[in-house]
Structure formats: C-alpha cells, structure tokens
C-alpha cells in the first residue's frame, strides 16, 4: 500500500502515521464493520469519484444492515471525500470509507462502543493486475460456499463478510489461479471474492440475481446499463459451473478490478472475447469522462492548493 498524506478519521484529517485505533475495538475482535471501495479517476474536468453518492448510499444500506448507526450523513462523508482526494493530490485513487464499532466493551453485543467513520486513499492498480486487465484470469470454482443470505446479509458490504472470500482466494491462488469464484450452497455461480460475474453466451450476456447471496456490486449496475445502451440483451439469470465452462466469454466487474476477463475456469479455457473488450473500454472511458451519455455519474473534485507535482505524475 503505498502511504499518502492524510487520513480523514471521525471528523478530522490526521497525519497517515497517527491514525491509529486500540486493540480492543470491537471491530478488530468480531468484524463489525461496513465499508466501500470507491475510484476516482482523471478526467477532462479533473479529478472525478466516480458514483461516490451510490457508493456512499450503499455504505449507509450496509450499515442498517448491522444496525450501525453513522455518526455523519451522506453529505458529509461526500464533503470529505473530496477534502481528502483534494489534500493527498491524487487526481487517481482509491478511496475506503469504513466504519466499525470502536472501543468500549468486549462482548460480542455492540452495545457501549462507539461507532468509528474513517476515510482512506492511495494509489491503486487494476485490482487482478494490470496486465490481467488485458490478458484475462484464470478462474477457480471455490471449495467455500458463499454466505447464504440467512446466514450473513450478503447485501452489506461489512468486513466479518471478507473471511469468506479471504478463504476462497486462499484456496485459488494456492493452487495456482489468480481469483475464485463462489457458488451457492444450491450450486449456483454468486460473485468472486471481489468481484461480480458475467457470462457472454450467443451474444447474450447474462449475471446472476441479487437473490444469488451477490453483493449488489455498482460496477455490475453500471455494466449493465452500459451493455443495454449499446444494445445488448442483459439477463439477470441462475448460472451453474458448466454455464461458465461452456461460455464463449466470461468477466468480472469491481471497482478495483474494472472490468476483467477471465480466460478460464477451473482450466477449460473460454478466451477473452470482443464483448468483453468492448464493455471494458466502455466502462474505462465512461469513469474516465469520456462519454457524455454517462457523465452523471461522474462527481467531480475540486483540487486543493499545494497538489504536489510528483504526485500528480505518479498517479
Ligand atoms: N462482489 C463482492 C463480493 C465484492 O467484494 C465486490 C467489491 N465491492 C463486488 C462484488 C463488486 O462491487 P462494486 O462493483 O460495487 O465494487
């Protein structure tokens, strides 16, 4: 991770260094917390977050999920978001609000401890590698399931979730594929462990339903009003492991990994086809301001004095 300047926590930037929590925060012991993975991008009119209000919709979505309450609105945490894109100069980031139940008591009820809002940013690739983003990944069916709605809700976007695809990308990446893919306990595809998936078959692209223990990803939202603009035929639909076998194109949407194709699972090869291509430049140019269709969706930031120069470069 490489460091940045400043770190907005509970109302305040504090330097990198000193934004520290104690080890009894509730969130460290049980994995009470929500959080978002946000992408701002260089644009024409400058640094812009892209889909920063839905993202920061969903964090609060996730948050009553958890019965969390948020100490700041959606306004708030927007204004300092682009504070802080402003401060560290990064006209290209990633940006992790989270919130997690603080310090107080040590029971797994919530009850007694704060609850603690922090934003972050820094420099961050392709999520699966930038050279992934062309070439495409090779896939693995997980042996872990993934949490079925009654068991976590697996709307939130909360971090005691990410066990389950720690465990899954664990189990990948030792056997050597780049990414896993989870399925439900009935057997049907659900989401990699960061990513939604899709499936290209006779021109028609296909994703599971949110009823599939999906996170209801916001690249996937995006993707899809993108391929229904250019004319595609997107169906929300149950997916099992030979419908990606047998696919002639299969990718996944992020916010840290775009729009990636897969060119594999589980070893049968599927390629990376001229739809996915064509989506992945889409969306790219989209985040990018490229597309007035979509602009919109583009929150634009003000940059603060004092940008350093080298960051800039950098980014
Ligand atoms: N599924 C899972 C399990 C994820 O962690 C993510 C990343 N947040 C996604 C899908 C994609 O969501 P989004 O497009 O909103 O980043």
Known sequence: MRETETIWMNGEFVDWAD?????????????????????????????????????????ENSARLLHMELPYSGD?????????????????????PFAFYGYGELGVHTAGNPVEVVIM???????????????????????????????????????????????AVHE????????AILLTDEGYVADGSGENIFVVKDGKITTPPLSTSILPGITRETVIQIAQDLGYVVEEANLIRSDLYLADEV???????????????????????????????????????????WSH?????????GVPQGARAEA
């Open 297 to 305: 969706w583009l929150d634009l930031v003000e940059l603060g004095d």
């Open 251 to 293: 990718f996944m949407t992020g916010t840290a990994a775009e729009v990636t194709p897969v060119r594999s699972v589980d070893d049968h090869d599927v390629g990376v086809g001229p739809v996915t291509l064509e989506l992945q430049r889409e969306y790219l140019d989209t985040v990018r301001g490229q597309s007035e269709r």
């Open 19 to 59: 934004a520290k929590v104690h080890v009894g925060v509730h969130g460290l012991h049980y994995g009470s917390g929500v959080f978002e993975g946000i992408r701002c991008y260089e644009t024409p009119k400058g640094p812009s977050v892209f889909r920063l209000r839905e993202h920061l919709t969903r964090l």
């Open 172 to 179: 990948a990446q030792r056997a050597g594929y780049d990414e």
């Open 121 to 167: 940013s820094w420099p961050w690739g392709n999520y699966l590698g930038d050279e992934n983003a062309q070439s495409g990944i090779r896939a693995k069916i997980s042996s872990w399931k993934r949490v079925g709605a009654n068991t976590i809700p697996h709307v939130a976007k909360a971090t005691g979730i990410y066990l389950n695809s720690m465990l």
């Open 76 to 96: 708030e945490l927007r204004a300092a978001t682009h504070e802080l894109v402003g401060r560290n100069g990064l006209p290209e980031c990633y940006i992790r």
